[in-house]
């Protein structure tokens, strides 16, 4: 072999890369000590970038195309290897490949819980997973903040830190979004969204990285703010508490005078319809009327219920079972002060005539 045939296998002609892991991100191109020669090719591809190092500094950056290597191109190459007028020897660079095309279907998710103030229930603790895209929009930041000088960069070396920096950014993109709990763990595909202009500026800013798509798949909550989110459901189904009362109340009144369903039911149940079909008599005939006999006794007054009929004055207890409804409805709407009663000791009294004009009011 001759010197000349030893001395041009020496010079790089063609610089190029085809990238078959499909997890690479970026790559080092192998020079082995050998020379690139003055109006070598460069080929980069579509989805790739190739990013020129030399002397440690970031130089030239070149888009898909195929490229010839010469003064005119490489300006900043140029400068920093002191060509001013050109150069027709062989010069040494290092030359790095990024893969620019979308990363897809990227796991994310919290390891702890995530602390927040919300509006409606103070502070509390979120866990969320989900998937993101991302692809590399500056190659010297790139290489600068998560790749170094790594000849072969894949995925798996970032996952992890790509992971907590999400979750980071995301905690602070959520809290400063203000968005309460209750619409994070329902409103996903929504959040998700909105969330990209204010986590973008970090990803880029800090990786040089975008992220074309972030998706939150679950949102959690403690198990005690679960229970108070379905209370909550359950009174926006109920609407209005006293309205409600009222509706059980008539309901129950209707059901005492049907002796089919009286007799399915819980004898305390029945004995409260009896009672409220009574107190309606009385007040349709203007005094109190004889009750069928029974054996039943109120549970708190130990009334019967012809006797608990006739009263004037009943108390919460009373009122509750002779309405068929609990104690609890019951004081809530005195609480209310839609149901009026007086407060006689620690006990409280309601009359009669209060209970005619909560009925019909």
């Given at each position: 072999m ?19 892991s ?10 082995e ?22 002397a ?46 979308l ?59 790509m ?27 929504e ?5 990209l ?12 990285l ?28 109920i ?17 005492g ?41 109120s ?10 009929a ?52």
């Amino acid at each position: 072999m001759s010197l000349l045939n030893i001395i041009k296998k020496q010079l790089i002609e063609v610089i190029e890369w085809t990238d078959d892991s499909r997890d690479t991100l970026s790559y080092r191109w192998p020079d082995e000590d050998q020379e690139i020669k003055n109006g070598a090719q460069l080929i980069v591809r579509e989805s790739q970038q190739v990013q020129f190092v030399a002397a440690g500094q970031y130089a030239d950056l070149f888009q898909p195309g195929k490229h010839t290597l010469s003064t005119e191109n490489i300006p900043v190459l140029s400068t920093i290897m002191g060509w001013k007028y050109g150069f027709e020897s062989p010069f040494k660079c290092d030359i790095y490949y990024l893969n620019t095309r979308l990363f897809t279907g990227n796991k994310w998710g919290t390891a702890n819980p995530v602390m927040m103030r919300d509006r409606d229930f103070g502070v509390v603790r979120l866990r969320a997973f989900g998937t993101y895209d991302f692809r590399i929009v500056e190659p010297a930041k790139f290489l600068k903040e998560v790749a170094g000088t790594d000849q072969n960069f894949r995925l798996d070396e970032f996952a992890d830190t790509m992971r907590s920096r999400i979750v980071s950014v995301f905690t602070e993109a959520l809290a400063r979004a203000g968005v309460p709990a209750l619409d994070v763990a329902h409103r996903y595909a929504e959040l998700g969204d909105a969330l990209l202009p204010l986590i973008n500026p970090a990803m880029r800013e800090k990786y040089g990285l975008e992220i074309t798509s972030f998706v939150l798949e679950n949102v959690s909550v403690p198990p005690e703010v679960e229970q108070a989110i379905d209370k909550r459901s359950s009174m926006s189904v109920i609407g209005n508490l006293n309205d409600y009362v009222k509706y059980q109340m008539g309901v129950a009144m209707g059901q005492g005078g049907e002796a089919g369903a009286a007799a399915t039911m819980p004898a305390q149940m029945a004995m409260g319809f009896g009672m409220a079909q009574e107190m309606v008599r009385s007040m349709q005939g203007g005094g109190a009327s004889q009750a069928p006999a029974t054996s039943a006794t109120s549970a708190t007054s130990g009334a019967s219920p012809a006797a608990a009929a006739g009263l004037e004055v009943f108390t919460p207890e009373q009122a509750a079972q002779l309405l068929g409804v609990s104690v609890e409805d019951v004081m809530a709407s005195i609480n209310a002060g839609d149901l009026k009663a007086r407060k006689m000791g620690n006990a409280w009294r309601i009359a009669k005539s209060a209970l005619e004009a909560f009925l019909h009011g």
